[in-house]
């Protein structure tokens, strides 16, 4: 007699380790589950159908990406729009960003960027970079005629492009600006068109992300953590309950939450890294990105 094979898995095989990951010069704490069996695994996965909205889970990754920057760098928002005449085709703005992107990274070789493409209530599609590794004057006395070259390309728009610069004074602003959800007009929506991703980044290797630490929540202190961080997003959100745990916790200094969490018993340290994902055992990599930043300054003034 054959017994059939049992597919029942031991505590051992499902446990789950709570990592947290700190952005220490960023804004950003990240919840990670470890060892986690998802209910998918070994299923093929659906293929991902065409985007018709700028969702909210893309908006949480573009917000975590921009608050993994180093929030000590300077950087410069920048938007480019069209006049009365723009494309009516996704795929051709973006063309037009590429353009643009080639020409930028040639004149300012340390230029980095994340972009965004946002519609207007006429439809008009424009763009939202934040960019680092360039001044603003010079970026200003450059940027607006080399977007007019690129458009002109394939439309009339040589009186009606715009391209404004300003001094970025906050990445959670910025952050939480570019997250907010929105639909694509009905008209880049036709069959046969594609939409595509509505954010990138431009030079990563330029953008100044700050060091990364890892800490496990002890067994049996997930609840406690939670409850901080539950209360903490409650007091953001001006007393509106928030159900459940949050993948990503934006905040002011995740230091000072780091080493809350060290005090109060809730988490051992895992690992320090740079977000190339090389250990480091101290804090050299943290003062190695303050000697960065202050090398990066000294080009900018």
Known sequence: MTTKPSFLLTLSHTRTREI????PSG???RRILAGRVSASQGKLQSKRGPITKFSRKAGKRLRERVLRVNRDEPFLHVVLTYGAIYPHRVDQAKKHLSRLWRLLHARFAEVGAIWAMQFQQRGAPHFHLVVWGVSARALRSWIKEA???VATDDW???DSCGARVEQGRSLKAIANYLSSPYGVPESYLKEGLEVGRLWGVKGQSNIPDSPRELFQVKPGHEAQVERLFRRYIKA???GRPWRGMPRSVQVQDPVQWARCLE???HVDVVGRQRETGMPSEDHSAVAQSSTSLNHRRSLLT
């Not at 947290?20 to 952005?23: A, N, S």
């Open 20 to 23: 947290l990951e700190f952005y």
């Open 27 to 29: 804004h950003l704490i």
């Open 147 to 149: 977007w007019h070259s």
């Open 156 to 158: 009339s728009f040589v």
């Open 236 to 238: 953001q959100n001006r």
């Open 263 to 265: 005090r109060q018993g």
